[in-house]
Structure formats: C-alpha cells, structure tokens
C-alpha cells in the first residue's frame, strides 16, 4: 500500500519507466488524493556524477616503482643501459632526455657504456678440430659397424688362441717340470731358447725319487724319525744337488721324459697338482708298495696282486696317471715289473 | 644429429667455445681440455641432440664444466696472476680493450659468464638463461650491472690516465 512513507519508491520507478502499470495507477491515485506531492512528478533523475567531479590522486608517480631499482642503479644508468641493451620506448627515451638535458653529456655517456662491450679476439681458435671430429671409412660403414667387426674379430682371436693352446696343453701332460730340470742340469745353453714366461719364474728343483728314499719314506712314513734327527743335529749341510743329480738319475732308475713348451696355467692344473699328488700321497703309497715288495720280494703271487691294486688305488686317485708293466719269463713266470708316475719311474728285477 | 652435422658443429662452434672457455679461465691446456669434453660429451649424446639447439647444448655444457672446474678450484684467475703457460693477449689489442678484460676479469662469476655470452656469441637473455639455468630477469640484472661496473671500471682509469 503507498503511503507518504514509501510513494518515493513508486515514485522513482514511476520517473525511470520501470514501474508495472497497477503500480502506476496505485501512485497517480495516491497523488491525487495527495496533491501537494504532485510536483514531485517533476523531479529530474537524470543527474548523475561524472569522472570529471572526481578529485585527481596527484601521488601515483610517488608511488610507482621504478625499473631501474631492480638493477640497483639510478634511473639514467638503467636507461643508459637499456638503450644500449634493448633499445628504449617512447616514453623511456623521453624520460631520459628529462633526466639529463645537456645532449652532449648524455652522448658522452652512451659511448662510454657502448664502449663496455667485449669484443671477441678473432685470433683465438680452436686448433685441434680435426681431434673432435668423427670420420668414416664410407658412407655405408660408420664407426658403430666398424666397432662391432673389431669386437667380432677380437672374439674369433681370441677363440683360435684358446684351441690352439688347449692343443698344446693336451700335448704337454707329462713331466714337464722334470724336463725342464733337466735341461737345468744337463744343457743350461738350452734355456735361453726356452719360453720367457717359464724363465721368468722361480724353478722348483724336485729331487727325483730313488730307491733309497722310497725305503726311507717306507721305513718311515711320518718322518719322525727324521724330524727327530734335524732337531739334535741344528747345523745341516747341504748339499749341492745339481752335481749329483745326474748320479741320481741313472741309480734311481727314473727317466724324465722330454718336451717343449709349457702354459702355465694348463701347467699348473694338469702337471703340478698331480705332481703334489705324485709326490706327497701317491710317493707314500708307492713307497708302502714298495717296501713291502722288498721285504717278501715280488715273486710272490700275492704281492704282486697287492702291488697291482695299489696301482690301481693310485690311479682312482690321480685319473691314471700311473702305469703297471710286467715281464715274464718263458714259463710264464713274472720276472720283473715297470711302475711308472707322472714324475716316477720305478723298474724292478724279480729275485 | 647425424655424424656430419657433428662435425660441421665442430667447425662451427669450437672457436666460440675455446675462446669462451679461455675467457675466463685463461689457462690454454685447460681450456682445450674443456672443448674436447664438451664435444665428447655431445658424441655421446649426438643421436638425442637436435642440430638445431646444438650450440645451445655445447655452450651449456661448456659452461657447466667450466662453472665445476672453477669453484672445485675455489679461484678466480686473474690477469695479472697470469704466468708463461697461461693465454696472453695479442699485440693488436688496444689499451681499452685490456683495461675491460681487466674489468671483467674483476666481475662476479655469473656476470661475467653472462656478460660474455651476450657479447661474444650474441645471446639473447632468454638464451643465456637456458644455458646458464637462470631466469631472464636474472639474466638482466647481471648483464645491466656488469655494464655499469664496466663503464665505471674504464671511467676510472680514463680519469687515472
């Protein structure tokens, strides 16, 4: 209901032309019967206020920020500089003639920044280009292909290497060591064609086994005896083996067999290990035999059954590396044998 | 990148990044060392490197390896502690010309190294923040206050002579 608290509401709507048409007749009603606020009808909404009646903020270039305070360096500095660096806007150049007015003072001051440019020493170069390059022998072949045919052909050199060596090391199962002691001994003008590696190393002088010591080991298995013997006597002489050995040699009975050339490794698993075998538990047992064949000599049937299973206890151990040969009469009888090791060749008469 | 345009790299951007390289460390034997790393460094990695950006990548690899070297080193040479192994101008430089090497030998590591990009290879801000990992800003505010301590640097010496 419009009353005289609330007619200017209709009024205004009235006055803009946004009121709906029961509302107007409402208030042309109320006007009437309200006269004195006719003239209100007559009221100008069109006024309105304009930018121009705004107060102007004159600070706003007091508070702005600028550029050059980033770079810690005064306005014309900044300018200077960027004029040089970047080029400047309008306004930047503009401001840079406000800030230094005297034109001479300010050309003077761009060629001194224009004159902090490093200039590069064109006589500098880099000498060893040819080093940084990459080269192929073809269009079609890179190194890639190249790098894969040397790894190729290394592969297959170093497999013929290894056949041909195993070759040699099948060949070279024997006393090897013993030869080459041998030749020590016997012709020292030989070593010097002998191969450099084996040179090179120390020898290890292994005294051949002779009747006399396969007694003594039989006699004495432990070597207590022996040990017992050192430690009463402290100062021992020794001897010098090299001028007996031949002497040794032949009264042993031990021949040595002959070869050429020795890889150390193939040396080392094939020939050394069953030499340790040969000497320190195989040497035992062939002393055992041994002794026992000389107590009850070797015409006996059943020592001569026990010396072949020695043998072949020796050879279970050491993969064969020792032979049995016999020698009989024309009655059949056993008139001798032949033992023979990696490192020992024993021959026996029968009594 | 293909094996050609490596070594077309080679010829085209050794010289920049050998003289870069002595620039600043004004050592010869180290600085060939640097390049060869450099350019070893992007045989590694050629096939994955785009022809394009090659530059890009050789400088930044230059530039790292040479930003190592120096702090492992934890010395800045300088050109007066320069002995007869180490790289000497040549004759045809002017006085101003040895006054702002003088001037840049004296600047902080990263304004020099940036301040030499932009001037001896022409880099962009952009470009040298890719190469040097700094943002372009950064870029700028070393390029704007190496060349104000240079031009003050020269100013000095002008006054001095």
Known sequence: MINRNNYEAYLLDYLEKSISPQDELLLLEFLDNNPDLKSDLEADVSLSLSNETLPKYGFKDAL????SLEYDLSKIDYLLIKKQEEGLQKEEAAELVLLEPNEEELNKESSAYASSRLKRDKSI????KLKLKRWVLNSRIDLRTINRIASIAVVVFLSTVIWFTQDKVADNSGAILSEKVDNF?????QLASANPKVLNKKKVFQRPVSKDSLMKIANDPMGKKERKASTNKKVIKI?????????????????????????????GLNVMIPQYMSNNILRRELAAIYGQLEKEGTDSPKMMAFLEGGVKVLNFLSSGSVGMDKYYDKDGNIVGYRVAGSALEVQHKAR | MTLKEFNQAVDLYSDGIYHFVLKNIKDEDKAKDIVQDTFEKL??????????KVKSYL??????????????????ARWDEVDDNRHSEMDGYSDLNEVLHKAVALLPEDQRMVVMMRDYEGYSYKEIGEIAHLTES??????????KFLKDYIGKIEVLV
């Open chain 2, 43 to 52: 045989w590694k990695k050629h096939t994955e490197v785009n022809y394009q």
């Open chain 2, 59 to 76: 400088f930044s690899t230059a530039y790292h390896t040479l930003i190592d070297l120096t702090r492992r080193e934890k010395k800045q």
């Open chain 1, 239 to 267: 001897e010098n083996r090299t001028e007996h050995m031949p002497k040794m040699l032949a009264l042993s009975g031990v021949t040595i067999n002959t070869h050429k050339e020795i890889n150390a490794y193939e040396h």
């Open chain 1, 64 to 67: 702005r920020k600028h550029p």
């Open chain 2, 138 to 147: 950064q870029v700028k505010v070393y390029i704007f206050r190496a060349r």
């Open chain 1, 185 to 189: 001994i016997e012709q020292p003008s």
């Open chain 1, 125 to 128: 170069r880099f000498a060893e």
